[in-house]
Antibody, heavy 123, light 108 residues
Framework: QLQLQESGSGLVKPSQTLSLTCAVS??????????WSWIRQPPGKGLEWIGY???????YYNPSLKSRVTISVDRSKNQFSLKLSSVTAADTAVYYC???????????????WGQGTLVTVSS | SYVLTQPPSVSVAPGQTARITCGGN??????VHWYQQKPGQAPVLVVY???DRPSGIPERFSGSNSGNTATLTISRVEAGDEADYYC???????????FGGGTKLTVL
């Protein structure tokens, strides 16, 4: 059974960079042609797509975050990462990593999710 | 960018049928996916590609999509179905994933 686990700093100061890692177990991040994504949820609010990294290494980002987001993969460690720069209080949220289950953009859904990690932006 | 519109809340009595809608411009031309999220938990995929169910999801959960509205239908609703439900698509015009605002299902 595939499992995803987020890790990283739970408290980030304003203007600094948020860094999170998603460790994948129970399967190889490089197999099956799957892609990997980050999604966030501010407290009491809905889900927001952040971006994803295609199995080829190409990335797609939410246009509203594009200038601040980087998603990368470390295949040797079977994990992928999120960096969000110049954070503000509006970036306070639970951050989820997820596998993109569909193999084409016509069928783009998230079939495995991490448990989520709360990141608070505060001085 | 593409907008998905869901009703904030839906209420239903146990044993009845709940229908949660997701509106979007010509959404029938897209593949729609649905997630269930219980308090303090990660979302769970309950329907993908409009009407397919992942393994382990009860047959009571079904989906349809046509025109400007996609619908998640939950038959014979149980107390354990009480949760937030989100629809989601890929918007190819802006190359981004899009979620609806979510619907809170209350079982009376």
């Amino acid at each position: 059974q595939l499992q995803l686990q987020e890790s990283g700093s739970g408290l980030v100061k304003p203007s600094q960079t948020l860094s999170l890692t998603c460790a994948v177990s129970g399967g190889s991040i490089s197999s099956g042609g799957y892609s990997w994504s980050w999604i966030r949820q501010p407290p009491g609010k809905g889900l927001e797509w952040i971006g994803y990294i295609y199995h080829s290494g190409s990335t797609y980002y939410n246009p509203s975050l594009k200038s601040r987001v980087t998603i990368s993969v470390d295949r040797s460690k079977n994990q992928f990462s999120l960096k969000l720069s110049s954070v503000t209080a509006a970036d306070t949220a639970v951050y989820y990593c997820a596998r993109v289950g569909g193999l084409t953009l016509d069928s783009y859904y998230f079939d495995y999710w991490g448990q989520g990690t709360l990141v608070t932006v505060s001085s | 960018s593409y907008v998905l519109t869901q009703p904030p809340s839906v209420s239903v009595a146990p044993g009845q049928t709940a229908r949660i809608t997701c509106g979007g411009n010509n959404i029938g031309s897209k593949s729609v996916h649905w997630y269930q999220q219980k308090p303090g938990q990660a979302p769970v995929l309950v329907v993908y590609d409009d009407s397919d169910r992942p393994s382990g999801i009860p047959e009571r959960f079904s989906g349809s999509n046509s025109g400007n509205t996609a619908t998640l239908t939950i038959s014979r609703v149980e107390a354990g179905d009480e949760a937030d439900y989100y629809c989601q698509v890929w918007d190819s015009s802006s190359d981004q994933g899009v979620f609806g605002g979510g619907t809170k299902l209350t079982v009376l």
